[in-house]
């Protein structure tokens, strides 16, 4: 198993090093200055052109990538352009913010999904199997910027329950605060887990084992949740690795619309103003992220199948 | 040991507790939150701030030497008022100014009294760093001639002085020991004598103010200030309307204010008039912009009137390239009926075709896609399809507009800027030809080229730039006016206040008529 994950960590060194090369290059591509995004159209072009010596902007392409790389190996993303913060400070204070909220989305849209699958996939063709498809339907089609706008409006404007601003400060505060981003993107990922489940479930349920284990008189219940929804579990468990990932990508917008630190509101104001370092960072934080999912992914799957756990 | 039964009711109380919370809408009485529309503070020392919306804290824990009363510009040298001076002379040259200063004045933070030589600093300072030295190039020597007392040298005579740079944010007083001190952390932790103090600088939140209890001045009203940083119009929309704020950042396009009306009818906006300058380059260095007939003919094909109406209660309408209530600014009626530029699609078909387009022409242009640019360019867009000058706009990020037009790469570009009532300020930055845009970026922001393809008006702003008295100034600048008028190398489009919308709970304590997009909060009290 130590061998499998090691064979599987050094095949994702390739991928850093392309998202890196992919970066650097994207962020030279796109038209813009980020002397002039820093200090402002209307300052001194002595006090631009100084800008960009300070911050190697005049260094060779070639010259600056080699930095980079090197400097990213070290863990070492120099200072914002717009802060002069370091780079690494930046996303500590940030970072924190977007693991909690998605990991809480993740698990509010686990316990809602999951669930609403399941119940779904056991009253085929009935009423609550039509609202899960349509409540599935919805999921899909709303988009999680207009969900949250929504639910501000209804939960912390009109009705006055809960925060509109920032993350809180404390466990209790910082509890209150994230409900509502949380069950932003947990509402639109239960809708995709419900699915899923409800389909594994429904697949499973015509299975031999289950018939066996109804014949042998065994309480529904222990008969969904024990026998069809375990079997069930692989495909799901590949469904919760792309949730969590889609989860994490949606934080951005919800980030802003909540204005709640992190990384997703970190990268938008960093793009617009071409904070290379932040950018460079952050999209470094959002591969490995995805690289750290698809790796314990796998590990559920090894721990799920034991034909995985032989063939490996 | 813990049950079952006593987790979920523990779990279900917790929820409950939280759900039938208070609601957040009525805010203590001592803390005046502000949102602004950038997505976190980048600096609060007065000489590096590059964000407008890190003045708004700044400016609350700064102060100047002399300055307007509150709420707007001063438009002439006898419109300012003692504040950290209290009495100043000029020499009959106006080269040499003399300032006497306020004593027992306290620094925040325990740095001391206030002298000459933490103000001579804060001009110097101005000169040889931070982000604006060449608008104080002109700063001979700022030196400290008594404890109480500073004189500043000025290379060239300038009557407006006190408008062109001692009212102006680089040289607001910093203490000079807190600066030698903090060495680069005072760019996020700068001090001053202002009414409030900053107590804490965070990236991700904005900054948080307290009153400076040893303040030489009435103190301030409310005990503390958040200027908080919500970049998302909804989020901050919905963040006034809840009350969890006292005031935002407004959106400056079509429709926002009669919005919010709609949503809370007793809202209060304030409005600084003129605010920005928004001013259309014709790139002289693009065909067929060299030709005056068709510059004339785009002057005639923009319908000013319809962009003030699109735009109200915002837009102002400008004559000239300055508004007409700041010096060199012309009234509809002073100006000459052929420099007037009205919307006559007739007469600028005509231009076309004496120019040689009787079937029009295309111009590409790029816009950015923030609203006050957009809106504008946009408009004018249609306005010419009406005398056949098809306008392809390209909407790029506000980022990568700008480089753009750095780049030489656009053609009618919009520029907007917040200026000052000192005019040379305006045409030494948009039309003489050492602003000169220049495509490596070494350039400034003069975007025509005007000077440079065509003769300019440097032989008048010398002259200005002699001048020791402020008719005599003015007289010369009115002359500039004209000249560009007659040219046409650029064209001033209607101004675009800048907005803050206010809980009717807050009384500012005065009324904002005009002024720097940022004012001062230290009268502001609540009201029930």
Partial sequence: ?????????????????????????????????????????????????????????????????????????????????????????????????????????????????????????????????????????????????????????????????????????????????????????????????????????????????????????????????????????????????????????????????????????????????????VIQAGVLMFAFFVIFVNLAMEVVYVLIDPRIRMAS | MITRRTLLGTATAATGTMLFAPRLRAQGQDVLRFASSAGGPRAFDPNMTTQGSDNWAMIQCFEYLVEPPDGDFGKTPDAFEPALATEWTTSDDSRTWVFTLRDGV?????????????????????????????????????????????????????????????????????????????????????????????????????????????????????????????????????????????????????????????QMPDLIFDLTVPGSFNTLFFNLTKDPLQNLQVRQAIAHGINKQQIVDALQPLAKMVYTLNP??????????????????????????????????????????????REDYSTQHLIIQEQLRAIDVNIELNIMDHSAYHASNRENANTLNINSWSLPPVPLFVYSNYAASSANMTPDGTGGANYSHYGVEMEGVDDLLAQMLQATDFDGYVEVGREVELKIQRDLPMLGLPTMSYVVARNPRLDLGYEVTGGDAYWRFNHATFVS
């Fill in chain 2, 106 to 262: 306290q620094f925040h933070h325990g740095y001391g009294e206030m002298t000459g030589e933490d103000v001579a600093r804060s001009f110097m300072r101005a000169k040889l760093d931070g982000v604006s030295t060449s608008s104080y190039a002109n700063i001979a020597q700022a030196e400290a001639t008594g404890k109480y007392e500073v004189t500043v040298t000025l290379t060239d005579p300038d009557p407006l002085f006190l408008a062109s740079t001692v009212f102006s944010r680089r040289v607001l007083v910093i203490s000079a020991k807190a600066e030698a001190e903090r060495g680069e952390a005072f760019a996020t932790e700068a001090v001053g004598t202002g009414p409030y103090k900053l107590d804490r600088y965070d990236p991700e939140e904005g900054m948080f103010l307290s009153r400076h209890e040893d303040y030489w001045g009435e103190p301030g009203h409310i005990a503390n200030m958040e200027f908080l940083y919500i970049q998302d119009t909804t989020a901050r929309t919905l963040a006034l309307l809840s009350g969890e704020v006292d005031m935002i950042e407004g959106v400056r396009a079509p429709g926002w204010i009669p919005q919010m009306q709609s």
């Fill in chain 1, 1 to 277: 198993m130590a061998r499998y994950l090691l064979y599987r960590l050094l095949d994702a060194i390739p991928t850093v090093f392309l998202v890196l090369s992919f970066v650097f290059v994207a962020m030279r591509i796109l038209p813009g200055d980020p002397a002039l995004a820093a200090l402002g159209p209307q300052t001194d072009p002595a006090q631009l052109a100084l800008f960009r010596e300070r911050m190697g902007l005049n260094d060779p392409l070639w010259l600056q990538y080699l930095k980079f790389l090197w400097d990213a190996v070290r863990f070492d993303f120099g200072v914002s352009f717009l802060s002069n913060q370091p780079v690494s400070s930046l996303i500590a204070r940030n970072l924190p913010h977007t693991i909690y909220l998605t990991l809480t989305s993740v698990v509010i849209g686990l316990a809602l999904g999951i669930p609403f699958g399941v119940y779904a996939a056991t009253r085929r063709n009935r009423p609550a199997d039509s609202a899960l498809r349509l409540y599935s339907l919805l999921g899909y089609a709303i988009p999680d910027f207009y969900l949250a706008a929504i639910l501000l409006i209804v939960f912390a404007l009109n009705l006055g329950w809960f925060p509109i601003l920032g993350a809180g400060t404390g466990f209790w505060d910082g509890l209150h605060h994230i409900i509502l981003p949380a069950l932003t993107l947990a509402l639109l990922k239960s809708a995709f887990l419900g699915r899923l489940t409800r389909t594994s479930v429904l697949e499973v349920l015509g299975r031999d084992y289950v018939r066996t284990a109804r014949a042998k008189g065994a309480r529904e219940g222990r008969v969904i949740y024990r026998h069809a929804l375990r079997n069930a579990l692989l495909p799901l468990s590949t469904g919760i690795g792309i949730s969590i990932l889609a989860t994490l990508s949606g934080s951005v917008a919800v980030e802003l619309v909540f204005n709640r630190p992190g990384i997703g509101r970190l990268l938008i104001d960093a793009i617009s103003e071409r904070d290379y370092p």
């Fill in chain 2, 324 to 369: 007409p209530d700041y010096p060199t600014g012309f009234t509809e009626e002073e100006l000459p009926e052929d420099l007037r530029y009205e919307h006559d699609p007739d007469k600028a078909k005509a231009l076309l075709a004496d120019a040689g387009f009787p079937n029009g022409l295309t111009i590409p242009v790029n816009t950015s896609k």
